[in-house]
């Protein structure tokens, strides 16, 4: 047990050196539930909570060593404790304190005589009532809005009254009290250290270690030595904020945050004073820009050419004339002369007809698209060698067949004969030597109601002139 009981012991208080603040951030342009106006009164908070706990009560103490107590293997007992706080600032309370359970421990101090006199002793802790001060110390967080964590150390003076049992080696059992009282009242010293965490909004998890120091050697009913009596009660409870739940705990409370986010509100309050004249006077600028730009206009309409002949738009009569038209003082385009050019007689060989027959003969779509298939480029590229060497013209004529509707079929054909005319231009031949039409199912050539036929008048007709 003693084992045990040094472990939990330093476990505790590794926990206490060890922590650290946590904290919550939030948006400081908006107040938080928490929220205080700085240098308010406490009025504006919770100040008075209330604590339930419940842990270990033992005579085993972090202070000294257990050889020199009175007995010397300490054992643990459930404990129970109760407080009423009252908060003064964020960081000092004060709280009356109740402490109550029992205490046990075994191997009595041998007398003079090396002799162990008392097997073991229970002591019930009927009350141990105190009034101590809570010193918390890390509640404001100079990082964060809100601390979630608030370590804290008290101290204090009461009375206890307690009731000793000693048991002999015989086992046999002796009741030590003060004569005609059948308890014994006496003075302690409580000292201690926790750690409170938030849990919800006025709801805190309280764990803490007490020492109390007894003023006497009493506790457990046996004087050995001159060293007073002392025992821990090691716990763990919740304490609950009394009042409003609209209103924060002071002792949680961390009035930098509320500093910094009055600072803030009123910060923003000014910028959005000044964005608002800010946007009046951008207003206004706009205004007058329009109105600039309504005279600029006006002053242009003496001066503007928009075709640029060299007339201004006010005195031109003959407006939109193309770029580099000669013009004359009313900007209008002067007469051109006529200049009659010879006819050119271009022949037609039979060679020039077998090239486009061939042309007409090989040509193939893929299927319902007006995709040419890599078989008929070769006969294509010899008509577009013949457009380029003889400057010939070539009309494409694009035809389907009746099956499909007659939108469809019209579009079709145009695209079957605009698509050869794309691939000849990519040859070299001049965009303006070649004539692209589609006629959907007209003009057919054969009878539509044989396969055959609507294969036959599936075509693209060239001719060359």
Known sequence: ???HLKKASLLFAGILVGGKLLAQSGDTTHRSP????????NSSYNTWSIGVSGGILTPYTIFGSNRRQDFTSPNANLGYGA???????????FQADFVGGKLTADHGQPDANGTSLWRSYSTMVNYAASVSANITVGNISWHDNKSAIQPYVTFGFGTMNYTPVLTAEDGTTLNFHSPGSGAIDEVFLPVGAGIKFDLTRGINLDLGYQVNFAYSDNLDGYNYGSTNDRFSYAHIGLEF????RS????????PVSSMRQEYMMENQSTRSLLEGQLAAQRAQNDQLRDQLNAANANFAKLTMDSDGDGVSDYFDKCPGTPTGTKVDGSGCPL???????PDTKVYVTEEDKR????????????????????????????????????????????????????DYNLRLSRDRAQAVKTYLVSKGVQDSQIQAEGYGKEHPIASNKTAKGRQTNRRVEFTIF
Do not use: W
């Not at 407080?83 to 309370?93: C, H, M, N, R």
């Not at 904020?241 to 409003?244: N, Y």
């Not at 209103?247 to 961390?254: E, G, I, S, V």
């Not at 027959?357 to 294509?380: C, G, M, P, Q, Y």
């Open 241 to 244: 904020a009394l009042g409003s």
């Open 335 to 341: 007469p051109v002369p006529v200049v009659t050019q």
């Open 1 to 3: 047990m003693k084992l």
């Open 83 to 93: 407080y009423v706080k009252y908060q003064v600032t964020p960081a000092v309370g």
């Open 247 to 254: 209103k924060p705990q002071l002792a949680t409370h961390n």
């Open 34 to 41: 928490d929220y205080v106006t700085p240098f308010s009164g």
């Open 355 to 406: 090239v486009v027959n061939e042309a007409v003969k090989n040509l193939e779509f893929d299927f319902n698209k007006a995709t040419i298939r890599e078989h008929s480029f070769a006969s294509l590229d010899q008509l577009a060698a013949l457009l380029i060497n003889k400057h010939f013209n070539l009309k494409l004529a694009g035809y389907t067949d009746n099956v499909g509707g007659a």
